[in-house]
Every structure is written in structure tokens, then in C-alpha cells.
């Protein structure tokens, strides 16, 4: 299976990269990376939205690391 994996700025600091699961087709990009451990401190320095790095990698299940 095909995960997309999500790495934002110092997203090493907090577990990132992470395979990038939505809840929902309505969830903001900034919700989920603070539903996933992301920081506020670190959401707040980018009022446009957080910049992140997206590639795809091959998972047998998309949950694991």
C-alpha cells in the first residue's frame, strides 16, 4: 500500500516523518500535525499554514513507521 509521509520543519524533534492519515476529508493540515504530537508554538510560527515535505513510500500497513 501507498502511504503519503508528511515531514514538517523540525518535525524530527516530534516523531516526524509520520504516514499522513487524515480522520477526515475536512481536517486542516495544521489540525492533524497537532493531533499528531506537532506543537502549537511551532503551528503559530506559520500563519499561512505549515510548509511540509509529502512523499510516498510502500507500507504494508500504513500505521507503522
Known amino acids: 500500500m501507498r502511504v503519503q509521509m508528511i515531514d514538517p ?8 516523518p509520520k504516514p499522513y492519515v487524515p480522520r477526515n ?3 486542516h493540515l495544521d489540525d492533524w500535525l497537532l493531533a499528531n ?4 508554538q511551532e503551528v503559530d ?5 505549515v510548509p511540509c515535505r509529502l512523499n510516498w ?9
Open 9 to 16: 520543519p523540525a518535525g524530527w524533534r516530534y516523531g516526524f
Open 25 to 27: 476529508n475536512q481536517e
Open 45 to 49: 510560527q506559520w500563519p499561512n499554514g
Open 57 to 65: 513510500v510502500e507500507r504494508a500497513d500504513p500505521n507503522v513507521r
Open 37 to 40: 504530537g506537532y506543537p502549537q
